[in-house]
């Protein structure tokens, strides 16, 4: 079974530190897919971005086997 689809609004988690004090992620966005929507929400994909406490995240991993405006699926 596959991974769930990540779209416009979704939480994510981010790895990333400032020193010692951890990132705590935020909202996908604020771009995501013009023309594909999951739940009436835009698609993300890799190389969209996320909010964060810190600078903004990319998507770094996406699906191997479904493409989105030919990038993988988030």
Same mark, same amino acid.
Do not use: Q
């Given at each position: 079974?596959?991974? #769930?689809?990540?779209?416009?609004?979704d939480m994510h988690i981010c790895p990333m530190?400032?020193?010692?004090? #951890?990132?705590?992620?935020?909202p996908v966005g604020p771009i995501g897919s013009p023309n594909v929507n999951f739940g009436g929400l835009p698609a993300t994909r890799m190389g969209d971005m996320a909010a964060c406490s810190g600078p903004p995240d990319l998507i770094v991993g996406g699906s191997t086997t479904v493409f989105i405006n030919g990038l993988p699926a988030a």
């Amino acid at each position: 079974m596959g991974s #769930p689809a990540a779209r416009l609004g979704d939480m994510h988690i981010c790895p990333m530190y400032s020193g010692d004090t #951890p990132h705590v992620g935020g909202p996908v966005g604020p771009i995501g897919s013009p023309n594909v929507n999951f739940g009436g929400l835009p698609a993300t994909r890799m190389g969209d971005m996320a909010a964060c406490s810190g600078p903004p995240d990319l998507i770094v991993g996406g699906s191997t086997t479904v493409f989105i405006n030919g990038l993988p699926a988030a």
